[in-house]
């Protein structure tokens, strides 16, 4: 439940080094205890609880100058994570930045009403399907129609939060769009208006329909479930009041004027696409079984707030937005699409006769991503700043001896 309201900050933000895994460290057991849980929740629980401790296993680094020693444990990787996410993130926006085009970029979000919240909960797989689904066709269409103005193949990546500031549901895609579309005979290029891609009015009206009918046909077919409070919707009067209510509702389509160029495009889509429900930073305290975190109310002008929680409701919220297990919240469409795109990128920059030089977008090392990142060495001697740090053994996942002097068969030296 919730222990207090919001409140404004008058002033900065206090120190904090509390972390999710800190909160669920403390009463995360407690919570498993009273609430049931499937088995994936428990699984996103443990990696974050274990995520860059002995558990995980990792090496040990001595510098070639000085002979500092230190130990470094590996990263979870779980997408769940708050602090597995910068690597990540990084190593997508490598790969993508090859495929970048030399033209603007729309900004659209759809969001879904509220109304749907509690149906999502319960057939999370089918409705996030359902959701894209029905926004891919939506631009789409749009798109193929001359009369919007292009009368092509559009291209787009689709990200899915389903969150909002204080970890309540908000389900929503974000859209980053290339402003234009490739004709389907592949002659032209087609530019899409300068200022505003489709009318959001338009969209939203297309987006309401599709879903509606997507939903309607999972229904009758047999695709969703309705457990607990939802028991009322498994009736066909049920859902049909259901469906009245949401297409009595005005669906919101956001959309934004073009970014100013493809590196804009890069610094969006590192804020937006490997985000998880709430980051570490976030947290300002964990204090007798209390959690408070800051967020912006959209309501009043993005106001940076504190709210606190308790523990329980805080580890509630955050479980509501672990994805199912397979189920990818990215994903791209038309000439982006993975199956077309590297065709169709080539014919759109020997249409748009660009100079635009395609770069190197080779996996690049955990040092070098770092480097580029956040302009440390994290290869370079911590204490002499001088000497090189170099692996000179490995540590066995779940060892929890002091790791500095670990009997040697724990230890896999390199060859090295």
């Not at 590996?74 to 930045?97: D, G, Q, V, Y």
């Not at 009595?248 to 890069?266: C, I, N, T």
């Not at 079984?289 to 309501?299: A, E, H, L, P, Q």
Request: include cysteine; glycine fraction near 8%; aromatic fraction near 8%.
């Amino acid at each position: 439940m919730l222990a207090a309201g919001s409140r404004n900050l008058t002033q900065g933000f206090p120190e904090s080094g509390c972390e999710v895994a800190d909160i669920f460290r403390a009463h995360g057991h407690e919570y498993q205890m009273v609430h049931p849980m499937p088995c994936a929740h428990r699984r996103v629980i443990s990696a974050i609880v274990n995520c860059r401790t002995q558990e995980q296993g990792g090496r040990i680094e001595r510098c070639d100058r000085c002979g500092f020693q230190r130990t470094v444990y590996n990263s979870c990787r779980n997408r769940h994570c708050p602090k597995c996410r910068t690597m990540a993130k990084a190593r997508w926006l490598n790969a993508r930045m090859g495929e970048l085009l030399p033209v603007g970029y729309f900004h659209a979000v759809f969001t879904l009403p509220h109304e749907i919240n509690a149906v999502a909960q319960c057939n999370k797989n089918e409705l996030y399907t359902i959701l894209f689904r029905a926004v891919s066709q939506t631009l789409s269409g749009f798109g193929c129609n001359p009369g919007n103005g292009l009368g092509g193949k559009m291209g787009f990546i689709l990200i899915l939060h389903t969150w909002s500031q204080v970890l309540l549901d908000h389900y929503h895609l974000h859209c980053v769009i290339p402003a234009g579309a490739l004709s389907h005979d592949g002659s032209r290029w087609i530019a899409s208006r300068k200022r505003f891609l489709f009318p959001v009015r338009a969209l939203s009206r297309v987006f309401r329909g599709k879903f509606i009918e997507l939903l309607e046909k999972s229904y009758h077919t047999g695709k969703l479930i309705f457990p607990g409070s939802t028991a009322h919707l498994r009736t066909l009067p049920g859902f049909r009041k259901l469906i009245r209510q949401l297409r009595s509702r005005q669906w919101v389509v956001y959309s934004k004027k073009p970014f100013a160029g493809p590196e804009a495009v890069l610094d969006y889509l590192g804020r937006y696409t490997h985000r998880v429900a709430i980051s570490n930073h976030r947290i300002i305290a964990l204090r007798h079984g209390k959690v408070m975190f800051s967020y912006k109310d959209r309501s009043e002008n993005n106001t940076r707030k504190i709210m606190t929680l308790d523990a329980d409701e805080f580890i509630r919220r955050f479980l509501l937005h672990i994805l199912p297990g397979g189920f990818m919240r990215i994903r791209y469409y038309g000439f982006l699409a993975n199956r077309s795109k590297k065709k169709d990128l080539s014919r759109i920059r020997d249409l748009l006769v660009c100079t635009y030089r395609q770069p190197d977008t080779k996996e690049a090392s955990v040092s070098a991503l770092m480097l580029q990142l956040t302009d440390i060495d994290i290869t370079q001697c911590p204490a002499c700043r001088k000497g090189t740090m170099k692996q000179i053994g490995e540590i066995s996942p779940g060892l929890t001896r002091n790791l500095l002097h670990t009997p040697k068969h724990a230890l896999h030296h390199n060859s090295s």
